[in-house]
Every structure is written in C-alpha cells, then in structure tokens.
Nanobody, 126 residues
Framework: QVQLVESGGGLVQTGGSLRLSCAASGRTFTTYAMGWFRQALGKEREFVAVTIWNRGNSYYGRSADSVKGRFTISRNNQTMIFLQMNSLKPEDTAVYFC?????????????????WGQGTQVTVST
C-alpha cells in the first residue's frame, strides 16, 4: 500500500501562483509513476500531469483548458512530488488529487491509478 497526502491548496486571485505538494509513504519503492488529477464541481476528474520515476519523463493533460506552459510537475525523490501552478485562472478551481501507480499505459485514465490522496482544494477568484 502507498499513502498519499497533499498540501498547499488555498485561495488565490487570478494570475497568482500556488505550489502543491504530495508526500508518499508506505511501499513507495513499487511506484512507477506519480501525478495529479483535478475535479471541478459537477465535472469529471481531469488529468493534469504525471512524472515517471525511472525515466524522469513528465506528461501533461491536453484538455481545452490546457495547463501545459502554466503548470510544472517536479519531484525531489521517490516520496514527494510537486505541482507549481502559475498564471492561475478561475477555471483552474478544483480539488487536486495526488495519484500513484505501479504501472500505467494511458496516463489520462483515472482508473489506471492505484492510489489516490484525499485531495486539496484550489480556488481561483476573479
């Protein structure tokens, strides 16, 4: 089992920045990838970004409100990842979930992630 705990959410104005953190514990040596999803009120979960441990590659979501260029996923070791969010927009308002998996073929499919954190709320005001 892997436990994930997010932190760093909050209220920010449009154009502002936030940095989310996710700490993993437990059987972290089995982790192949860690990343972030988000879910806005009344919407489906949306893939944000993922980083692959043994390759160092990162991938970002391709939704209409693309985060690429504004959000950056990073890590410091095999137990923590971060999501730096810049130029935030009201449409970025959502609960952000940290995820981890032992294997994945379709990064954007939430069903392929074995472990989920409780989520942290990000609210961007106009």
């Amino acid at each position: 089992q892997v436990q994930l705990v997010e932190s760093g959410g909050g209220l920010v104005q449009t154009g502002g920045s936030l940095r989310l953190s996710c700490a993993a514990s437990g059987r972290t040596f089995t982790t192949y990838a860690m990343g972030w999803f988000r879910q806005a009120l009344g919407k489906e979960r949306e893939f944000v970004a993922v980083t692959i441990w043994n390759r160092g590659n990162s991938y970002y979501g391709r939704s209409a409100d693309s985060v690429k260029g504004r959000f950056t996923i990073s890590r410091n070791n095999q137990t923590m990842i971060f999501l730096q969010m810049n130029s935030l927009k009201p449409e970025d308002t959502a609960v952000y979930f940290c995820v981890a998996t032992q294997k994945v073929s379709a990064f954007g499919n939430p069903d392929q992630y074995d472990y989920w954190g409780q989520g942290t709320q990000v609210t961007v005001s106009t």
